[in-house]
C-alpha cells in the first residue's frame, strides 16, 4: 500500500456522460498531482494542486476539471465522456510544491466508456 | 517543448545479465531525473533519482547516470532477476518544476 488511495477502483460509464475520480493523498503531502495512461500515449500529466490551489495544467481537455479540498483529497471531474477517455487514471501525491523527492502513486482508477 | 524520449519501448534479457534503458530530455532546465518501475495492475513506484548536481548514483543492483552537456540519462540493472519484470518509466522534471514528464516506458523481460 503506497498510501495513496484512489476510488473507485473501476468506473465503466456510457459516452456522454461525467464522473468524479477521488483521491486521498498520502498522510503529510500537501501536493496531489494527476496523470492519464493510456496505451499509446503513455503517463500524461493533467493537472497539479498544491495545498488546495491550482498549480500547474497539462493538456486536460476543458471537459476535465479537477480540484483539492481543504483536507487535502482531490477530485477529478470528466464530463461529456467520450470513447478516446477510456484510459487509467493515476493520482500522485508529494510533500514539497515541486517534485524533486518524487511522487508517490495510488494504484488508478481504470475508467472504460462505452 | 518539454518532452523526454525513452528507448529501447522493449527489452528482453536472459536472468542474471545486465539491462540498460536511454533517454533523453528537452529542457536543459530539467534539474531531477527520477526512474519508475510499474508492475501489471499497480502504479508506478519511484525506484531511484538523480539530481543534476551528481553524475552517477547505485543503489543495490540499479545505478543511473546523467550527462548533462548531452542530456542523456540511463537506467543499468545489474544481475537482473524474474522479478525485474516490469515496465519502467524515465522521468524529467519540467522547466518551472511543475510536474514530472515521463518517458512512453520500457517493457523489460526477464528470459528464464
Known amino acids: 500500500d503506497s498510501g495513496v488511495t484512489q476510488t473507485p477502483k473501476h468506473l465503466i460509464t456510457a459516452t456522454g456522460q461525467r464522473v468524479t475520480l477521488r483521491c486521498s493523498p498520502r498522510s503529510g503531502d500537501l501536493s496531489v498531482y494527476w496523470y492519464q495512461q493510456s496505451l499509446d500515449q503513455g503517463l500524461q500529466f493533467l493537472i497539479q494542486y498544491y495545498n488546495g490551489e491550482e498549480r500547474a495544467k497539462g493538456n486536460i481537455l476543458e471537459r476535465f476539471s479537477a480540484q483539492q479540498f481543504p483536507d487535502l483529497h482531490s477530485e477529478l471531474n470528466l464530463s461529456s465522456l467520450e470513447l478516446g477517455d477510456s484510459a487509467l487514471y493515476f493520482c500522485a501525491s508529494s510533500v514539497m510544491m515541486v517534485p524533486w523527492s518524487g511522487y508517490t502513486f495510488g494504484s488508478g482508477t481504470r475508467l472504460t466508456v462505452v | ?112
Open chain 2, 1 to 112: 517543448g518539454e518532452n523526454v524520449e525513452q528507448h529501447p519501448s522493449t527489452l528482453s534479457v536472459q536472468e542474471g545479465d545486465s539491462a540498460v534503458i536511454k533517454c533523453t530530455y528537452s529542457d536543459s532546465a530539467s534539474n531531477y531525473f527520477p526512474w519508475y518501475k510499474q508492475e501489471l495492475g499497480k502504479g508506478p513506484q519511484l525506484i531511484i533519482d538523480i539530481r543534476s548536481n551528481v553524475g552517477e548514483k547505485k543503489d543495490q543492483r540499479i545505478a543511473v547516470t546523467l550527462n548533462k552537456t548531452a542530456k542523456h540519462f540511463s537506467l543499468h540493472i545489474t544481475e537482473t532477476q524474474p522479478e525485474d519484470s516490469a515496465v519502467y518509466f524515465c522521468a524529467a522534471t519540467g522547466n518551472r518544476d511543475d510536474k514530472i514528464i515521463f518517458g512512453k516506458g520500457t517493457r523489460l523481460h526477464i528470459l528464464p
